[in-house]
């Protein structure tokens, strides 16, 4: 079991990152900011150090710098996280290694490359791929691994020409990718499945959006109960994950006015939530997540759940008109 340092100045960020670290096996400890993150790093001495570049209050690259020119820090694995693009980070970790002049624990100036540069929002399977490949000592990562990565965030692809799986609205099998779902749609009549991810977090919307495109499903989204109501009546999502603590309206009020309607009744609903008995608050959900919460678990949920309404659906009789 390693010791991963998550830095990142975004709490639901942080929370998803120490969780899906933990949910692999890790021990998992974050920081809101690089003065925080280096003084844990000092404390703790982590394994590995996932580091954000943008953050207020001291951000990833003097850290990172700071780290370099400490003997005891200088050889942790680090992989950075940001929103900027590969070339503006390049020109920044120059500019960091030219502007202060200070010097490493060996008497140089230089700045080493971090092991990897991951633009976000990160895949998950692919940032714990980098993570093992850090802490397995198998040589930087940053040209072999984060130069794909970063083109697999942009395209959908893993680096190899290969899309990630997703699953069949008609048939429940895997497809090929959610580009070669749309594509199916087309040729064999088969739609991905479309599930309504409903929070008032945009983060965590965008999250869960990227996640289950990823994994082939078509997506909406609302961030309260009321505007949920109006997607799920011009959407008709096959599923709903829904948070239970939104402004306007929350998600049990949302709940009850959605199974009151004929067409919407038995769509499963997975309740996602930061609040405590969340497993109380909608009784016929099909499962309950607390927040932060394993992707993965969650990816389970929904195909087992999607493969079982698919099977039933086509074991039901079929009415003529």
Same mark, same amino acid.
């Given at each position: 079991m390693?010791?991963v340092?998550?830095?990142?100045d975004?709490?639901?960020?942080?929370?998803?990152?120490?969780a $899906?670290f933990e949910?692999?096996?890790?021990?998992a400890?974050? %920081?809101?900011?690089?003065?925080?993150g280096?003084? *844990?790093?000092?404390?703790?001495?982590p394994?590995? &150090?996932? $580091?954000?570049?943008?953050?207020p209050?001291?951000?990833g $690259?003097?850290?990172?710098?700071?780290?370099?020119?400490?003997?005891? @820090?200088?050889? =942790?694995p680090?992989?950075?996280l940001?929103?900027?693009?590969?070339?503006?980070?390049?020109?920044?970790?120059?500019?960091c290694?030219t502007?202060?002049?200070?010097?490493?624990?060996?008497?140089? +100036?230089? &700045?080493?490359?971090?092991? %990897?540069?991951?633009?976000?929002?990160?895949?998950?399977?692919r /940032?714990?791929?980098?993570?093992?490949?850090?802490?397995?000592?198998?040589?930087?990562? +940053?040209?072999?691994?984060?130069?794909?990565?970063?083109?697999?965030?942009?395209?959908g692809?893993?680096g *190899?020409?290969?899309? !990630?799986?997703?699953?069949?609205?008609?048939?429940?099998q895997?497809?090929?990718? !959610?580009?070669?779902? *749309?594509?199916?749609?087309?040729?064999?009549?088969?739609? !991905?499945?479309?599930?309504l =991810?409903?929070?008032?977090?945009?983060?965590?919307?965008?999250?869960?959006?990227?996640?289950l495109?990823d994994?082939?499903?078509?997506?909406?989204?609302?961030?309260?109960?009321?505007?949920?109501?109006? &997607? @799920?009546?011009?959407?008709? !999502?096959?599923?709903?994950?829904?948070?239970?603590?939104m402004?306007?309206?929350?998600?049990?009020r949302?709940?009850?006015?959605? +199974?009151k309607?004929?067409?919407?009744?038995?769509?499963?609903?997975?309740?996602?939530?930061?609040l405590?008995g969340?497993?109380?608050?909608?009784?016929?959900?099909?499962?309950?997540?607390?927040?932060?919460?394993?992707?993965?678990? $969650?990816?389970?949920?929904?195909?087992?759940? /999607?493969?079982?309404?698919?099977?039933?659906?086509?074991?039901?009789? &079929?009415?003529?008109q």
């Amino acid at each position: 079991m390693a010791l991963v340092l998550v830095v990142d100045d975004d709490l639901s960020f942080r929370f998803f990152l120490k969780a $899906l670290f933990e949910t692999d096996g890790h021990e998992a400890v974050a %920081a809101r900011n690089g003065a925080e993150g280096l003084e *844990t790093a000092h404390k703790r001495r982590p394994d590995l &150090v996932v $580091l954000d570049v943008m953050m207020p209050g001291g951000g990833g $690259l003097p850290m990172y710098r700071a780290m370099q020119a400490d003997p005891a @820090l200088r050889s =942790v694995p680090v992989i950075m996280l940001s929103g900027v693009g590969g070339a503006t980070f390049a020109h920044g970790l120059s500019m960091c290694q030219t502007a202060d002049g200070g010097r490493n624990g060996d008497g140089s +100036t230089e &700045v080493n490359e971090p092991f %990897a540069y991951v633009e976000k929002p990160p895949r998950p399977d692919r /940032l714990l791929e980098l993570a093992h490949r850090a802490l397995n000592g198998a040589g930087n990562g +940053t040209a072999e691994m984060a130069g794909l990565t970063a083109r697999a965030e942009r395209t959908g692809q893993d680096g *190899t020409g290969s899309d !990630p799986g997703g699953i069949s609205r008609k048939t429940g099998q895997a497809t090929a990718s !959610p580009r070669a779902a *749309t594509h199916d749609a087309k040729e064999n009549e088969r739609m !991905p499945y479309k599930i309504l =991810v409903v929070d008032d977090d945009p983060y965590i919307v965008k999250y869960m959006v990227d996640i289950l495109s990823d994994n082939g499903y078509a997506t909406c989204s609302a961030s309260d109960g009321s505007e949920a109501l109006e &997607v @799920l009546k011009r959407e008709r !999502p096959d599923l709903v994950t829904l948070d239970l603590e939104m402004p306007n309206e929350w998600g049990p009020r949302f709940y009850r006015k959605m +199974t009151k309607e004929d067409a919407f009744r038995d769509t499963p609903v997975i309740v996602i939530s930061g609040l405590s008995g969340i497993h109380l608050a909608i009784r016929n959900a099909v499962a309950s997540l607390k927040k932060p919460f394993d992707p993965n678990r $969650l990816l389970e949920i929904i195909r087992e759940t /999607l493969e079982k309404r698919g099977e039933l659906a086509a074991e039901a009789p &079929v009415t003529h008109q």
